[in-house]
Nanobody, 122 residues
Framework: VQLVESGGGLVQAGGSLRLSCVASGRTFRNDAMGWFRQAPGKEREFVGAISWNGGSTSGTDSVKGRFTISRDNAKNTVYQQMNSLKPEDTAVYFC????????????????WGQGTQVTVSS
């Protein structure tokens, strides 16, 4: 299984980015897909996850109302739309996949992408 993220970059506060993650290597039916992030000096943090049928879970309260997760099953792709970005959103964002229901626990995820850097300037 391979997860390839894209869409990260440098953006000013208040701006938007859309992260994408393409999964390959097998079928992903019944798999949950999601995102974690890790800022320098901080623990990895759950951002959100989405089930095969589209049911989603948001992570930290700080992103609720600003970040939206979605997926395209035909393309084995999960997206993270990030609006009203803040400097504290600066982190490496990791795409994750697990066989089973969505979860907020990092240890529940079987596969991780290499990460994409998001930097928000003030």
């Amino acid at each position: 299984v391979q997860l390839v993220e894209s869409g990260g970059g440098l953006v000013q506060a208040g701006g938007s980015l859309r992260l994408s993650c393409v999964a390959s290597g097998r079928t992903f039916r019944n798999d949950a897909m999601g995102w974690f992030r890790q800022a320098p000096g901080k623990e990895r943090e759950f951002v959100g996850a989405i089930s095969w049928n589209g049911g989603s879970t948001s992570g930290t309260d700080s992103v609720k109302g600003r970040f939206t997760i979605s997926r395209d099953n035909a393309k084995n792709t999960v997206y993270q739309q990030m609006n009203s970005l803040k400097p504290e959103d600066t982190a490496v964002y990791f795409c994750v996949v697990r066989t089973g229901p969505r979860s907020a626990k990092r240890e529940d995820y079987d596969y991780w992408g290499q990460g994409t850097q998001v930097t928000v300037s003030s």
